[in-house]
């Protein structure tokens, strides 16, 4: 072999290197890329499920407050029918 020869073949041995090494960096950018975006998207579901369940909170919340109030409301009015009702019968009292 001439050093013509030995030249080009050390020629295309640096340039296949490169090739490789870009295409190991251009890999590792879309692994890198890919992770990333797999870590928005489960946050993005994760505050998702955390939002459905505080409105789940928030409406078995005001569901709970919306019966106490109504039992409140029905005792209370209970009781005034049980006064009405002893002051119109005064034997049924005692």
Same mark, same amino acid.
């Given at each position: 072999?001439?050093?013509?020869?030995?030249?080009?073949?050390?020629? @295309?041995?640096?340039?296949?290197?490169? *090739?490789?090494?870009?295409?190991?960096?251009?890999?590792?950018? *879309?692994?890198?890329? !890919?992770?990333?975006?797999?870590?928005?998207?489960?946050?993005?579901?994760?505050?998702?499920?955390?939002?459905?369940?505080?409105?789940?909170?928030?409406?078995?919340?005001?569901? *709970?407050?919306?019966? !106490?109030? @109504?039992?409140?409301?029905?005792? *209370?009015?209970?009781?005034?029918?049980?006064?009405?009702?002893?002051?119109?019968?005064?034997? !049924?009292?005692?």
């Amino acid at each position: 072999m001439d050093a013509s020869t030995k030249e080009t073949q050390a020629q @295309i041995l640096q340039m296949t290197q490169f *090739i490789l090494n870009e295409a190991r960096d251009k890999a590792e950018e *879309i692994d890198t890329k !890919a992770l990333q975006e797999e870590s928005i998207e489960r946050l993005k579901i994760v505050n998702s499920m955390k939002e459905k369940i505080q409105q789940e909170y928030a409406r078995k919340t005001k569901q *709970i407050e919306t019966q !106490a109030a @109504i039992a409140r409301s029905t005792a *209370i009015n209970r009781s005034r029918l049980e006064k009405i009702k002893s002051r119109q019968d005064p034997d !049924a009292g005692s």
